[in-house]
Every structure is written in C-alpha cells, then in structure tokens.
C-alpha cells in the first residue's frame, strides 16, 4: 500500500534540513526530495531508516544512493524545465523521480532485469509517467532518443563511456562518478562545449556501486 503520512512528510522535512545544512543551495533540488516519499522505494524492513542520509541496499547487488549524493549530483545537473536528461542506472528510481519532479523528461536505463521489471512498476504505480524507462546497457546509451541536454550515472564507471559524451547536446552536461583507488570514485561533471571540445571539473569523493557493462542481466 502506497502510505505517505504524516510523519513521513516531517521526516522528508527533516532529511532536507540535513542536506541543505551539507551545502546543497538549488532549492529546486531540495523540493523535489521534500515531495518524493523515499519509503516507497525500500524494502518493509527498513522503512523506519528511509529518511536517514544515508544508502541503503535494495536488491539485486544495487543500494539506493544517499539523499546528500542524489542532491548533489542533481544541483551539479543544473537542470531546468522541459529538458531531456538520460539517467545511467536506474537502481530504485528514485534519483529519476527527482530529475521528474524538476520537471524533466527523463529517459533511464537499468541492466539488472529483475530490478528493472521491479522499478518499473513502481513508478507507474506513482504515476511518474513521464518516466521513460528501458532495459539495457547503460554504457550505450539511447542514440535512438538523443540527443540529451544532461547525462546523470548513477554507479561507479572506469572510465567516461564515449557514447554517453556524444549524446549530450552542445552547452549539455554530464556527471559521472569516475573510479578511483579503493572503491571510491571522482564525481565528474563534464561540458560540451562543442562538437568536438568537452570541459571537464572534479567535485571531490564519492562511493558508489560499480556501473556494470556488456550486455544486460537478469
């Protein structure tokens, strides 16, 4: 049953303080996790720890990501409304929800079969139809639909799949936590600047799930 009470929503509001006290500053981000009832996107057993800042595993090797790293990737996004933005590893749904509750058409790939037919299901029972969701290997990409104005990974990758850059529209945005030693990652945000020149920044460490490549799983 889909509850979203009370006490859920003054703890959301408790969640945004602690993000907002962490640095995050675009209010556009901190509305969209105040609206979105991160409870649904748990397991039962860990409802009474859904709105800690904090990561949390949801099946399938994949963990929803901490609120703070959601918020902070999504600020990095800059997204604005009306905007297509592909999102790299779908996992919960729940950072997709955000870049929907800003107002984008998101457009999000997951490899593992059951997590997607999982996520899917939730997110139409949400009513986030503006969600477009696929299964397949994120590395790739969705050449088909592109080109995007923003690109978001949401796993660890070793290195910045080309197809991802080529998809981003001229003035787009990429950010991408990037591998580094001992299961950290880069968080990076990459510009297209033009055809062929790409700007390209470091916004400190960050630890995520690996991005898995080849072809998809069950």
Same mark, same amino acid.
């Given at each position: 049953?889909? @509850? ?13 303080? !602690? ?6 500053? &675009? @209010?556009? *981000? ?24 904090? $990561? ?11 609120? /703070?790293? *959601? ?16 999102? *790299? ?18 457009? !999000? =790939? ?8 999982? !996520? ?7 009513? /986030?139809?503006?969600?477009? !969701? ?17 690109? =978001?990974?949401? $796993? ?22 990037? &591998? ?7 968080? =990076? ?28 799983? &069950?």
């Amino acid at each position: 049953m889909l @509850e979203d009470n009370y006490r859920h929503k003054g703890l959301r509001k408790k969640l945004v303080d !602690t993000i907002r006290a962490k640095g995050i500053k &675009d @209010e556009a *981000v901190l509305n969209a996790i105040n609206n979105i009832p991160r409870h649904l996107f748990l397991d039962s057993s860990f409802l009474n720890f859904a709105y800690q800042d904090q $990561a949390f595993p949801i099946g399938s090797g994949q963990t929803i990501s901490q609120p /703070y790293t *959601v918020a902070f990737q999504t600020e990095l996004l800059e997204v604005a409304k009306g905007e297509k933005v592909l999102e *790299v590893g779908t996992g919960s749904g729940y950072q997709a929800c955000v870049l929907a509750e800003m107002g984008a058409k998101v457009f !999000t =790939i997951e490899r593992q079969k059951k997590l997607f037919d999982k !996520t899917k299901k939730l997110l139409e029972n949400l009513k /986030y139809f503006s969600i477009k !969701t696929f299964y397949g290997d994120g590395y790739k990409g969705l050449p088909t639909f592109g080109p995007f104005d923003k690109v =978001i990974v949401t $796993a660890g990758a070793p290195v910045v799949p080309n197809d991802l850059l080529m998809q981003l529209k001229i003035g787009g945005r990429l950010v991408i936590p990037v &591998d580094l030693e001992n299961d950290y990652q880069e968080m =990076i945000l990459i510009k297209r600047v033009s055809e062929t020149e790409y700007e390209r920044q470091s916004h400190g460490k960050f630890r995520f799930v690996p991005l898995l490549s080849d072809k998809a799983r &069950d």
